[in-house]
């Protein structure tokens, strides 16, 4: 796999800081003092705004190059759902599409849920990942349905509640974030900070329940090494 790291020319921290600063943010429900802490705790003193840069200069691109790798290719079995979230007051739908296996194929914060909203994401999401579904499995949202069939009319499409508990169990990381987080403050701040977070964050969730502890440590073993090797820290 090619380096895809970004350049940190300019920078007076090595990358090996900036890119654990950006993994500890993004990986565990920390805030930004909550991550200078731990930094100064191991002898680096940096301030939690200059952390707070890192993440948005550089938390985007690592998940970008995340997303870049030649695997794993998206599954052919989409689950599509939206939930709500409050931004400043105000009820907002944040609509999630992962696959079969569980990755995060896109996520996009938008005002409403209806026909345009649903079009909107289907047309984003195949954009983003370059690919056709075999089928497609939503909740009873009649929206799903009427974009389903102007989009993406050759794709089966799956309308049932019980049918898509992969979707719904995939809100449960953002919701404690947003928690931590005590909610976001704009729109695109959300949208911001939850695309990075979603090409992040899973990329250290290995299915744990599937693995003996050996086959766990050899799998974040890999993953480390692979996020190493897109932050520029390997080298």
């Known amino acids: ?21 950006v993994w500890l943010y993004f990986r565990f429900p920390l805030s930004f003092r909550e991550v200078e802490e731990l930094m ?5 003193i940096v301030s939690y705004e200059t952390i707070r840069r890192w993440c948005a200069k550089f938390g985007q691109a690592y998940a970008n190059g995340l997303r870049r790798r030649p695997w794993p290719w998206p599954g052919d079995k989409w689950h599509l759902d939206e939930v709500f979230i409050k931004i400043n007051g105000e009820q907002k739908y944040l609509w999630r599409a ?4 569980g990755n995060v194929l896109d996520i996009l914060v938008q005002n409403r849920r209806d026909k345009a909203a649903a079009r909107r994401f289907f047309r984003r999401l195949m954009k983003k990942t370059r690919a056709v579904p075999r089928v497609i499995v939503t909740d009873k949202l009649r929206s799903y349905g009427a974009a389903h069939r102007e989009v993406m009319p050759s794709v089966e499409h799956r309308s049932h509640k019980g049918l898509n508990n992969r979707a719904e169990n995939s809100h449960q990381p953002t919701r404690q974030r947003e928690h931590a987080m005590k909610g976001f403050r704009s729109v695109g701040a959300a ?4 695309s990075a977070f979603s090409g992040i964050s899973p990329h250290f969730r290995p299915h744990r329940h599937l693995m003996t502890a050996s086959q766990h440590r050899a799998e974040m073993t890999i993953r480390f090494a692979i996020w190493n090797q897109i932050t520029g820290a390997a080298s």
């Open 1 to 21: 796999m090619e380096s895809v790291s970004p350049s940190y020319r300019g920078h007076r921290y090595p990358v090996e800081v900036i890119s654990h600063c």
């Open 40 to 44: 100064l705790q191991r002898g680096v």
């Open 98 to 101: 992962v696959d079969q296996d």
């Open 191 to 194: 949208q911001r900070f939850l």
